[in-house]
Nanobody, 112 residues
């Protein structure tokens, strides 16, 4: 079965950095676009980054463009989200997604 496991969340001060990882199994990882979403308390889940199968194209939400970078290592079935210049408004649960499948999420908290 498809599994997505995120890691790397935590508490960081504003202006700091974190790198999230998501490892997939149970599907042909290298063939699929991988997505990162986030959901803050009381808000809808928001698509923030997508990386195409070969990693040659990435798309970002306006809210994170220029600060977040997604990459992938298909040989490791892993996708990454490098988050720099973090802001308190980046505080949310971050989820990895492929098709209709979701990871369990990893919490990111940015203190001011």
């Amino acid at each position: 079965q498809v599994q997505l496991v995120e890691s790397g969340g935590g508490l960081v001060q504003a202006g700091g950095s974190l790198r999230l990882s998501c490892t997939g199994s149970g599907f042909a990882f290298s063939y699929y676009t991988m997505n990162w979403y986030r959901q803050a308390p009381g808000k809808e889940r928001e698509l923030i980054a997508s990386i195409f199968p070969a990693g040659s194209r990435t798309d970002y939400a306006f809210s994170v463009k220029g600060r977040f970078t997604s990459s992938r290592v298909n040989a490791k079935n892993t996708v990454y989200l490098q988050m720099d210049s973090l802001k308190p408004e980046d505080t949310a649960m971050y989820y990895c997604n492929v098709q209709n499948y979701w990871g369990q999420g990893t919490q990111v908290t940015v203190s001011s």
